[in-house]
């Protein structure tokens, strides 16, 4: 529906969009990046199942 | 105390894997390509251990306990005979006190950073507009920034490097391979695994392809890297832990830490910010230590590996967050004695 109506009409007045982030969503991301600074961008990440793999 | 954390908080902490990915994975396969050479060893053609270096290894990271409990003196005092395991961290402080490790771990891809460890060609340069290590618990002599120090870790690591194994992995940065190279370590090659490599699009296996080093989990630091590094490679039966505090001692405000002023910003209230900072109570001692996310991952991520653990593992950093029902903790002194 928003495809079909997109460009149909002008809106007397300006459309903002409701921020949709909740707070929750803002602390995580945030601490993400709290995290990553603590870290100076120099960690390798992980996958925990295995200790090594080589090939098969 | 505490001793657990909120589950928000947790669950913030389980998803920074991801960030990761996103942070690094050109760099991991690029560096993977930039470090294929003709005539590399990797960690398939390390030479058989025997005797007492077989039977025992220590692992030595760069926390602060190593410095506060005397780790390396201790093992040199006590003539250590088991395979000694430093992360890149912490070889210039063993070799300082002449205590030449067998094996030395690096893998972080960081571009400037790292190769400091291994004294750094390029230190001026390099450390510009850089406050990473002093903002480190580390030896001081490296918060210092001294360009007189870093030519005298220079001249140190090139004296003992033939004497060492560097387990370097694909993802270290050139400039760290140059001097690895220059300096003459006997250097063998990994990969870290950093998905599932069973996955068909893994990048694990996108880097296995470009050179088909073994590939080893990291835990997301080296210092865990070097614990795996002993017991899935190399089989010890019993490790010992040092300097892995991955926790801050109480004593330490939280305006020191390094996420204070960016988890600042989300507390109304002063008596909000304890939530952030998990207490841990350790088990030797009964000492309080609190945590952050980054170290909080670390120790996560330890704790998911130590299950599938083949060797009888001791923390021996007398300090810190490191514990669980399994895994052990005991005094250094205790461990040198039962090996």
Redesign the interface.
Known sequence: MTDLLKGNFSTQKKVVLENSETP?DN??S??????????????????????????E | MQNTVTEKFSDVVSKITDIGKAWHSDDIVNNAYANLASEQKNLKQLPPITGKKAKSAIVISAGPSLHKFKVIHKLKEQNYQGSIIAVDGSLVKCLKQGLVPDYVLTLDPHPTRIVRWFGDDNFEENTKHDDYFSRQDLDVDFRNNSIRENQANIELVNKYANQIKLIICSSAPTNVTTRALAAGFDMYWWNPIVDKPQDPNSLTRKIYQINNYPCMNTGGTVGTAAWVFADAILGMKQIGITGMDLGYHTETPYHMTQTYYELHEFIEDESELAGLFPQFTFPLTGETFYTDPTYYWYRKNFLDLFTLSQSKTYNCSEAGTLFSEKLNCCTLDDFLART
Request: glycine share 10%.
């Open positions: 929750e602390l995580e945030k601490l993400k990046k709290a995290a990553l600074n603590s870290i100076g961008g120099s960690m390798v990440y992980v996958e925990r199942t295995d200790m090594t793999w080589d090939g």
